[in-house]
């Protein structure tokens, strides 16, 4: 919430007791209406453009421990109060804990903290396009909304390395990254989404060997059950994350991506489907009906499968349709030369046929001369 200006405090205009020595002092006179120019107020703090585009206001309120500033990827607990410009209130937090630059909060907000010092109170206001943007946050905040922080920066730790943690903390983590990529999914920040997602997976990788190291503190037994769990998180993360790749037309990630999802579950209908999705914007429309009718096998019912196996149906018989027609202008012009050819042809054969019939005819001639020259 912004900070009002302090009102003079007209108390702070009157000369004190030892201004009132000093002049007696030095013999000073002056006329009873004659006053002292009054004391400077404390001034109130500025609002400095931390972005230099007006995207992020911060104004200090208090000043917190010098060269304190968190670093990435530190656990951050912070207090803070969020309104709008107009002081509607929206929701206040104590102890919120988050991971800088994890894509956890809004950016102007992860910005900011990441210049806060340790114990620094301040007021931020951020404008909508590193806020919540044109979609708001609905029903309390209206899109296009700018939004202002009151908050304390309480404390930071250091990031918890996944490899110490119990399994129970890392599907825990790992799932709270998923879902926070789900809700920038949700809001298509594509970019951010994926930034979660890989995040989450950092989390919830394969874990090797029995049980952890037995001196540690979190060590626990590691059953077949517990890691099933941990795998089916990662395949959700994968499969949600093909999702967001495909929505940036980034296909061989995205086929990387459920290519670790089908390994495991091969039967897997978002995958498939997802997968034809792929090969169909790579025009590879076989592989695209390949694929949903694998689906189609394992969800009969399913609306969207079917939906799209007649969408590439048709576009493979036009495509048909198409290769037909480019054949035909392509070999169309050699007909009319096959056809010239055989009219020569044939010329060739009349002429040929007419020659022999005359050589016959003058060989006939020459016969009936030369009998009747022998009997004349």
């Given at each position: 919430?912004a900070?009002d200006k302090a009102e003079?405090?007209?108390?702070?205009?009157?000369?004190?007791d030892t201004?009132?020595?000093?002049k007696?002092?030095?013999n000073?006179t002056?006329?009873?209406?004659?006053?002292p120019?009054?004391?400077?107020?404390?001034e109130?703090p500025?609002?400095?453009?931390l972005?230099g585009?007006?995207s992020?206001?911060?104004k200090?309120?208090k000043?917190?421990?010098?060269d304190?500033?968190?670093q990435?990827l530190?656990k951050c607990v912070l207090?803070?109060?969020?309104t709008l410009?107009d002081?509607?209130?929206?929701?206040?937090?104590d102890?919120f804990?988050?991971q800088l630059g994890?894509c956890?909060?809004?950016?102007g907000?992860d910005?900011a903290?990441?210049?806060?010092n340790?114990?620094e109170k301040?007021?931020?206001?951020?404008?909508?396009?590193?806020?919540?943007g044109t979609i708001?946050l609905?029903p309390?905040i209206?899109?296009?909304?700018?939004?202002v922080?009151?908050i304390?920066?309480?404390?930071?730790?250091l990031?918890d390395?996944?490899?110490?943690?119990t399994?129970?903390?890392?599907k825990?983590?790992?799932n709270?990254?998923?879902?926070?990529?789900?809700w920038?999914?949700?809001?298509g920040?594509?970019?951010?989404?994926?930034?979660c997602y890989r995040?989450?997976?950092?989390?919830l990788?394969e874990?090797?060997g029995g049980?952890?190291?037995?001196?540690?503190?979190?060590s626990?037994e590691?059953?077949?059950?517990t890691?099933q769990n941990?795998?089916?998180?990662?395949?959700s993360v994968c499969n949600?994350?093909a999702?967001?790749q495909?929505?940036?037309?980034?296909?061989d990630a995205a086929?990387?991506s459920?290519q670790?999802?089908?390994?495991?579950?091969p039967n897997?209908?978002k995958a498939l489907?997802?997968?034809?999705?792929?090969?169909?914007?790579k025009?590879?429309?076989?592989a695209?009906?390949?694929?949903?009718?694998?689906?189609d096998?394992v969800?009969?019912s399913?609306?969207d499968?079917q939906?799209?196996m007649a969408?590439?149906?048709k576009?493979?018989q036009?495509?048909?349709?198409?290769?037909r027609e480019?054949?035909k202008?392509?070999?169309g012009?050699k007909k009319?030369?096959a056809k010239?050819?055989?009219?020569h042809d044939?010329?060739?054969n009349?002429l040929?046929?007419s020659?022999?019939?005359?050589?016959?005819f003058a060989?006939g001639?020459?016969?009936?001369?030369?009998?009747?020259l022998?009997?004349?």
């Amino acid at each position: 919430m912004a900070i009002d200006k302090a009102e003079t405090d007209p108390s702070k205009n009157s000369p004190s007791d030892t201004d009132v020595e000093e002049k007696s002092a030095q013999n000073i006179t002056s006329d009873d209406s004659a006053s002292p120019p009054p004391e400077k107020s404390d001034e109130e703090p500025e609002w400095v453009d931390l972005l230099g585009s007006g995207s992020i206001l911060k104004k200090i309120t208090k000043e917190g421990q010098p060269d304190t500033k968190p670093q990435r990827l530190q656990k951050c607990v912070l207090n803070y109060e969020l309104t709008l410009t107009d002081g509607t209130f929206i929701e206040k937090k104590d102890n919120f804990e988050i991971q800088l630059g994890d894509c956890e909060v809004i950016q102007g907000l992860d910005v900011a903290i990441g210049l806060m010092n340790m114990s620094e109170k301040c007021t931020l206001k951020i404008e909508p396009r590193l806020a919540f943007g044109t979609i708001g946050l609905p029903p309390k905040i209206p899109p296009n909304s700018t939004v202002v922080y009151d908050i304390e920066l309480v404390a930071a730790n250091l990031e918890d390395d996944p490899e110490t943690l119990t399994l129970l903390e890392r599907k825990l983590q790992g799932n709270k990254k998923r879902e926070r990529g789900n809700w920038w999914y949700g809001r298509g920040e594509n970019t951010l989404a994926i930034q979660c997602y890989r995040r989450a997976l950092d989390y919830l990788d394969e874990v090797e060997g029995g049980i952890t190291d037995p001196s540690k503190s979190n060590s626990e037994e590691i059953t077949d059950s517990t890691l099933q769990n941990l795998l089916e998180d990662r395949i959700s993360v994968c499969n949600n994350m093909a999702a967001a790749q495909i929505k940036l037309e980034l296909y061989d990630a995205a086929l990387n991506s459920l290519q670790t999802v089908l390994r495991c579950q091969p039967n897997n209908v978002k995958a498939l489907f997802r997968k034809a999705k792929v090969h169909k914007a790579k025009n590879d429309l076989n592989a695209a009906l390949k694929c949903l009718k694998k689906a189609d096998e394992v969800s009969p019912s399913n609306s969207d499968v079917q939906k799209e196996m007649a969408s590439i149906t048709k576009l493979i018989q036009k495509q048909k349709v198409s290769e037909r027609e480019l054949a035909k202008r392509m070999f169309g012009d050699k007909k009319p030369a096959a056809k010239e050819v055989k009219s020569h042809d044939s010329k060739n054969n009349i002429l040929v046929w007419s020659a022999t019939l005359a050589a016959s005819f003058a060989i006939g001639l020459v016969g009936v001369a030369a009998y009747r020259l022998k009997f004349a």
